[in-house]
């Protein structure tokens, strides 16, 4: 710059002022471009900040669709074309109706199944008494009749009568136990057991039969097989019962043999195995698995030729898979079947096995015992009565739960022997009123219903202990003993 301008003081003022806003312009500039720089950035962030939310959107909704095709193939013409999401919740909204709709349809579909399965229980239960209750008699005066001096064919018509009793009540046990075991409602009572005693009763409750087909029934024992063991001998026995008379039925002019092993043992448990062989018509490889399906024979010619309900061997191995076992078959066409399953038994401790080998049916007596019998069927009573009365009991007889009531104000007793299904007042009405004034009198209920409801009706309104209906006279005297203290 010129001398002479250097000293003009107007001049210098405008170059200042120039300068500054030169700088400032500067500054703006770059505040200006750092602010675009900040804000591309931002707005590349934001940008891929919306992208990765719409790829999530995409994926969220094509896995609902895929969930959605998942539960109902159909659904996929239902919003193919729709790609929005809005599309796919107003699916999901008619998805919830119609799963409201099919939750309302299988809320009545339970309702309709139970209710047929509480009608099915119900007529069974009918069934059972309308079924047992003539038995019982029959049954109870073979018993008597077996007691009493006969001529030797009386005693062989005796015999037969109480097979064929027996028999008869084998199938009507089948089948309610069948239908018990398909609801889950069998339970294992368990309670002392002579397994060679068992044994022989079997035997000759099967001989006569053996004998109709000619043939013939033995038995081995393992030596080292235990007397006494903890089990459930009524589902021992039916499992024994359907095993043997299958075997005769299949086999004539034959032989049926039944062996008992000791198979193993530990601290608390004897493992016992149980094998019945026969010489019959056998079974085809590919009729195995069939013969333990219910209602079901090997084949249709088998049907025609033998018979029989088919419930037998299906029931043989629930109530083994019920107790953790299982049931094997070997055998072949014209040779003969092999059947073989173990059981776990409680072992008996010294002082039971020592009262056992004391115990002598031949002197069961209840003298002095004083028992009420409710029961208004009168040749059930009659029966009942004489086969108490034997026992040198006394006995008392009420037709209803009415009666009973006052009698037994009226009265002291050791013992109530109590039917369920009278006229004017049933056994569970009267077992309660009995209660409100006598809690401790012990009440056996005696009944021809074996259903799981009537088992919990007996124990819910303070009975202390069931008979079923027709019963064994030792299982009514041991049942009575053990609830009287003076005998």
């Not at 002022?17 to 200006?32: A, Q, V």
């Amino acid at each position: 710059m010129p001398e002479s301008a250097q000293s003009d003081s107007d001049l210098l003022a405008l170059l200042q002022s120039i300068s500054h806003h030169y700088y400032s312009m500067e500054r703006d500039k770059r505040l200006t471009e750092h602010a675009f720089e900040v804000s591309e950035k931002e707005y590349q962030e934001l940008l891929n900040d919306l992208r990765r939310e719409n790829e999530l959107k995409q994926q969220s909704i094509s896995k609902i669709k895929a969930v959605t095709l998942a539960l109902d193939a159909n659904s996929n013409t239902e919003h193919r074309e729709g790609e929005d999401l809005l599309d796919v919740i107003q699916f999901l909204e008619r998805q919830i109706v119609k799963t409201k709709i099919l939750e309302e349809e299988l809320l009545q579909a339970k309702e309709i199944a139970e209710s047929s399965s509480k009608a099915k229980s119900n007529f069974l239960s009918v069934m059972s008494h309308e079924i047992r209750t003539p038995l019982n008699a029959i049954i109870g005066f073979i018993h008597l009749m077996s007691t009493e001096p006969s001529l030797p064919t009386q005693v062989d018509y005796i015999k037969a009568i109480n097979i064929s009793s027996q028999n008869l009540l084998n199938l009507v046990n089948d089948i309610l136990d069948f239908s018990k075991i398909e609801e889950g409602k069998i339970e294992f009572l368990y309670s002392k057991i002579n397994i060679r005693t068992l044994i022989h009763e079997i035997k000759l409750a099967n001989t006569f039969r053996a004998n109709e087909r000619e043939n013939r029934i033995t038995v081995m024992l393992d030596e080292d097989l235990p007397t006494f063991v903890l089990g459930d001998e009524v589902r021992l026995s039916q499992i024994l019962n359907n095993l043997i008379s299958n075997a005769i039925k299949f086999t004539h002019r034959g032989q049926i043999r039944i062996e008992i092993h000791k198979y193993g043992e530990c601290e608390n448990h004897h493992q016992i195995q149980f094998v019945i062989k026969d010489t019959g018509v056998g079974i085809a490889p590919e009729a195995k698995t069939l013969i333990f399906e219910r209602f079901t024979q090997a084949n249709s010619e088998i049907d025609r030729q033998y018979g029989g309900s088919g419930l037998g061997l299906s029931i043989v191995k629930k109530l083994l898979e019920l107790q953790g076992k299982e049931i094997s078959v070997e055998s072949e066409p014209d040779k003969g079947s092999t059947f073989t399953f173990c059981m776990d038994f409680g072992k008996c401790t010294e002082e039971e096995m020592i009262l056992s080998t004391h115990e002598d049916k031949s002197s069961q007596h209840l003298a002095g015992v004083k028992i009420l019998l409710v029961e208004d069927v009168y040749i059930n009573s009659v029966m009942a009565r004489t086969m108490l009365k034997n026992w040198k009991a006394e006995v008392d007889l009420a037709e209803n739960g009415q009666i009973a009531i006052e009698m037994c104000m009226q009265k002291d007793y050791d013992v109530i022997l109590m039917d369920l299904q009278m006229p004017v007042m049933d056994g569970i009405t009267a077992t309660t009123k009995i209660r409100d004034f006598d809690p401790y009198i012990p009440i056996i209920a005696l009944t021809a219903s074996s259903s799981y409801e009537t088992q919990n009706d007996i124990k819910a309104c303070g009975m202390d202990d069931f008979i079923a209906k027709p019963f064994n006279p030792y299982v009514l005297f041991e049942t009575i003993k053990k609830r009287v203290v003076k005998v």
